[in-house]
């Protein structure tokens, strides 16, 4: 049974961090792409960060020097640091894995992964 669970969101005031995990179970998350995501109200949705299988990573503009993506195949996780958060960081962050196509949104809705974890609140004020 395959399952991704995000933790780590919460409350932080601008400029302060959070650290989020994914962790995956019933497959192994070293050999996937991996991404992480937001979505806002569920009508916005919008690629954060992705590392590859080779460990290659993507960041978006937005997030670009201030969040970093990370991984340990040991523990089967993947990371998501996050600092100088701003409030239009606020959004429910989830995390995917195994990409079948590249990841886009339509509709507000992600596409393009098998696997999709149910998310996990970040709010920045």
């Known amino acids: 049974h395959v399952q991704l669970v995000e933790s780590g969101g919460g409350s932080v005031q601008a400029g302060g961090s959070l650290s989020l995990s994914c962790e995956a179970s019933g497959f192994t998350s070293g050999s996937s792409d991996m991404v992480w995501y937001r979505q806002v109200s569920g009508n916005e949705c919008e690629l954060v960060t992705t590392?590859?299988?080779?460990?290659?990573?993507y960041y978006a503009d937005s997030v670009t020097g201030r969040f970093t993506i990370s991984r340990d195949n040991a523990k089967n996780t993947l990371y998501l640091q996050m600092n100088s958060l701003k409030p239009e960081d606020t959004a429910v962050y989830h995390c995917?894995?195994?990409?079948?196509?590249?990841?886009?949104?339509?509709?507000?809705?992600?596409?393009?992964?098998?696997?999709w974890g149910q998310g996990t609140q970040v709010t920045v004020s």
């Open positions: 995917a894995a195994r990409a079948f196509n590249q990841f886009y949104c339509t509709g507000g809705q992600p596409q393009g992964y098998r696997y």
């Open positions: 590392v590859s299988s080779l460990g290659r990573t």
